[in-house]
């Protein structure tokens, strides 16, 4: 392939980095987003469950050489600070010492990236595109504005498809023979809600710290932001005796966080309005395969594999895309033929299995509490960030899996049994 061109859907965090690898590579670089301009308008909140960025987030972060840019919205994590209905406190840490993951702002995070690529002479951003139609014998996207309701019909030789788990250019992928879909909701939603900071921008919880409050079958967890501020998020069953169905009005929510999160409650002044405001988000598992059609259009990220959150393993895995696509380009001199299908081949073996692991991780994980032991009976120790990404630990068990880690430049992998763990 001669002309050094792409096309990027979806301006969120793995297409925001992608473009900036391609365009380090010298590539001419168009990306389409459906949202408008957040670098002029701001991030739309009320929808977003904090990230924990884990080494192979960071590793794709410092192989795009914007390390700089994002190191200071990053607060390190060293374990987590469980809380009980009567408000005692247990800190359980996810490694060794200096050992930490990255809580970082999904908003903040995305501005951050977009600027880095807006700032590539190379790159194009167009906003208030809404991808209609993705003809994949030419290679030709057709885009309609939000706003003005005008069609752009645009082609290039590569296309990367990174909108996320409801892709449109996956939804053209799976009218083509011998593609298979399938995508899973889980039994619970979520709400984003907020601790604000205190005086003077303090942290009115441990800072250094990923906070839970397990409950049975549905928990509340908070991350902090940069300005001292904690983004909560509770995840509650759809239906039931607990659930959002039964939290209708003001009073229902205030006995409900009474009852269950009185400590919690009390550092947020703006509960019921949060609560009335924010949507209430689903949660949900895309698998698919291939990612690939033609070796002209691949798949990323959501648009592949769209995992729930309580693994900490989305955006780390997305990022770590990025970085194998990357280190498959500088192998295969660019020949994109080649590195479309062994991305393909090799990537998508290492990404199936962990969407496999079951759901009900998050029954345990919100219901085990003090409890520290592995499923043999005997204690674990912990086992963090070093060598496999992120290693949550679901409270408070510990499981065992047989996982594949990378261990070479192209993405080759290894079997390797070690912990992965969620929150």
């Known amino acids: 392939m001669k002309e050094k061109r792409g096309i990027i859907v979806g301006a969120g965090l793995v297409g925001s980095l992608w473009a900036i690898f391609l365009a380090k590579r010298g590539y001419e670089v168009d990306v389409f987003e459906r949202r408008g301009d957040m670098r002029q308008k701001g991030y739309s909140g009320g929808r977003s469950i904090n990230l924990a960025m884990s080494r192979r987030g960071w590793k794709a972060i410092e192989r795009a050489g914007i390390k700089d840019l994002i190191e200071p919205h990053a607060i390190p994590m060293k374990g987590r600070m469980i809380h009980s209905v009567e408000g005692e406190l247990a800190f359980q840490p996810y490694g060794k010492e200096g050992q930490a993951i990255y809580s970082v702002s999904r908003g903040g995070l995305n501005l951050e990236l977009l600027k880095a690529a807006g700032d590539f002479p190379n790159v194009r951003l167009h906003f208030d595109q809404i991808c209609r139609d993705l003809e994949l014998d030419t290679n030709t996207l057709v885009f309609e504005h939000a706003q003005t309701g005008e069609q752009t019909n645009i082609k290039a030789p590569l296309l990367f498809g990174t909108d996320g788990a409801f892709s449109a250019v996956r939804g053209s992928m799976m009218k083509t023979p011998r593609f298979d879909y399938s995508q899973e909701y889980l039994s619970h939603s979520y709400k984003e809600l907020t601790i604000p900071a205190g005086p003077g921008g303090s942290f009115l ?64 002044p703006t509960l019921l309005e949060d609560f009335r405001t924010n949507p209430t988000g ?21 648009a592949a594999h769209a995992i729930v959150p309580f693994y900490g393993q989305g955006m780390n895995a997305g990022f770590e895309d ?80 047989r996982i594949l880690h990378t261990t070479s430049p192209s993405g080759l992998r290894t079997n390797r049994t070690d912990c992965w763990t969620v929150y």
């Open 322 to 401: 990025c970085t194998i696509l990357d280190e498959l380009a500088g192998e295969l001199n660019e020949d994109w033929e080649k590195i479309f299908d062994r991305f393909n081949r090799e990537r998508i073996k290492t990404g199936m299995p962990s969407q496999n692991w079951p759901c009900a991780i998050l029954s345990k994980c919100a219901t085990w509490w003090p409890t520290r032991s592995s499923c043999s009976g005997k204690r674990s120790q912990p086992i963090c960030t070093e060598n496999t990404g992120t290693l949550f630990c679901p409270p408070i068990r510990w499981y065992r899996f």
């Open 205 to 268: 919880l441990e800072k250094n710290a990923l906070h839970i409050w397990p409950r049975h079958q549905f928990m509340l967890i908070a991350l902090p932001n940069a300005d001292g501020s904690f983004t909560c998020t509770l995840f509650l069953a759809h239906e039931g005796p607990s659930s959002f169905e039964q939290l209708k009005t003001d009073a229902d929510v205030e006995a409900f966080f009474q009852r269950y999160f009185p400590d919690a409650m009390a550092m947020m």
């Open 282 to 302: 689903m949660l949900l598992t895309v698998r698919c395969s291939p990612w690939e059609y033609e070796r002209r259009v691949l798949l990323l990220g959501d």
